[in-house]
């Protein structure tokens, strides 16, 4: 089963999809954001191509566990996702995805500019790997 992965920015979504056996992320791609219609629309169109068992979205948490302020408009978000499709959501903490993939991309010696075009699909990247590998444990 296929999971397909979100990390969800006011700007951006950066998308990842995991292989038929659930053992590694890939990249997909990186959905710039206009409006609800447009954003779920795009993503039908990627649930159509890979056609995913369930759906992961990183979400943002505090030290103290809790949700913070950008998360919950994650989880609102979510909760239209789960209006439109009729796919399994499941939430992952993704409080540092985007910094380490940003490291992995300064590591690649990628320029700033092309670290920006790719940024929410690597991050989305490591929250299904993560996801993944918690699941084989």
Do not use: C, H
Request: charged share 30%.
């Amino acid at each position: 089963m296929r999971t397909l992965a979100l990390d969800v920015g006011t700007k951006t979504i950066g998308v990842a999809v995991s292989d038929e056996l659930g053992i590694t992320s890939n990249g997909v791609t990186t959905i710039k954001r206009r409006d609800l219609k447009q954003d779920l629309s795009e993503l039908n169109a990627l649930i159509q191509e890979y056609k995913p068992g369930e759906i992961l979205v990183g979400v943002p948490y505090q030290m103290d566990g809790s949700v913070s302020e950008r998360g919950d408009q994650i989880l609102k978000f979510s909760d239209k996702i789960s209006e439109a499709f009729s796919l399994p959501i499941v939430f992952w903490d993704e409080s540092y995805s985007t910094v380490n993939a940003e490291e992995k991309l300064i590591e690649a010696n990628l320029s700033r500019k092309k670290r920006k075009k790719v940024i929410d699909k690597m991050a989305a990247v490591f929250i299904l790997q993560e996801y993944l590998e918690s699941k084989r444990i």
